[in-house]
């Protein structure tokens, strides 16, 4: 080899990235996958509200956290989309799950990743496939736009192209959208089509690849209320059901509807101004 190329194969080696090596997974139980470079960030402490403080999801929440039991065990489970209103505790939902499962003595890993980091998920796969542990992938938020071609990544992680899915790999997301992408741009690719039955089936068989569709629907008032009783009840703090109503009723009204989020926002508020700690 010359001197010219032997300089170009040393300058090829050097930007080539090495390895990624695999990371102490019991650092911790839940991790952030980042790339450029990737790597899985260790999260100590997960930002979560106990399951039995999610009020009006009792089916959604018993289904996944069976689930989560059955793949923590090593028994077959599904991938899980979360979808419907805003606020209503899917992700939410999803942590409480994982929480619940170490609690009954299972071991489990998260892995969270962000929708514009699906197409580096394939890579992500290979770091995780035939490791010992158990891991749930977790994409919040999920969702595909015009001409949006993430959702092609996507198919990796609920198929796994010729190798398949890892075994010790589940998949979990939430959405806004039952199918992933605006009611909108389906019915326009359906108008515009020769063959509108085929226009939009690669995309909406997105959804179908989840074995579980979990909906969430906007609460009641009633739930809405129960809600913030619960966290009153679990946070010790005392007020009356009158004005706890009267109070709530009103934050609601400004924020033009209730969900749990808007219950959370109001008893964040009301434990500031009684002075109570959400430590």
Not at 13 to 30: C, G, Q, S
Not at 45 to 62: F, K, T
Not at 179 to 201: G, K, Q, V, Y
Request: hydrophobic share 40%; glycine share 8%.
């Amino acid at each position: 080899m010359s001197k010219a190329l032997k300089r170009i194969a040393d300058a090829l080696e050097r930007m080539a990235p090495a390895p990624l090596a695999a990371p102490d997974f019991d650092a911790a139980e839940a991790f952030l996958w980042h790339v450029e470079p990737d790597r899985l960030q260790p999260v100590p402490e997960v930002s979560r509200v106990a399951i039995d403080l999610l009020i009006g999801v009792d089916r959604a929440r018993d289904t996944l956290l069976a689930n989560t039991l059955q793949f923590a065990r090593g028994l077959p489970a599904n991938n899980a989309l979360l979808w419907g209103a805003r606020g209503m505790g899917k992700s939410s939902l999803v942590k409480a799950v994982h929480a619940e499962v170490l609690r009954q003595g299972e071991g489990l890993k998260i892995v969270e990743l962000q929708r514009e980091d699906l197409p580096s998920v394939s890579r992500l796969l290979g770091l995780l496939r035939g490791r010992s542990e158990r891991f749930v992938l977790f994409c919040d938020d999920l969702s595909f736009s015009h001409d949006d071609q993430h959702y092609k990544s996507l198919k990796a992680v609920l198929d796994g192209g010729i190798e398949g899915r890892p075994e010790n790999v589940v998949f979990y997301a939430t959405s806004n959208r039952r199918h992933l992408m605006p009611r909108d741009m389906i019915e326009n690719e359906r108008s515009s089509a020769i063959s509108p039955s085929e226009a939009t089936e690669e995309k909406v068989s997105l959804s179908d690849r989840f074995g579980l569709w979990l909906g969430f629907h906007p609460c009641s008032q009633d739930e809405y209320l129960s809600i913030i009783r619960g966290y009153c009840d679990a946070y010790g703090l005392e007020i009356a059901d009158d004005a706890l109503r009267a109070e709530a009723v009103e934050w609601q009204a400004t924020r033009g509807g209730r969900s749990g989020r808007v219950a959370w926002q109001f008893f964040t508020d009301l434990a500031g101004r009684h002075g109570a700690t959400l430590g």
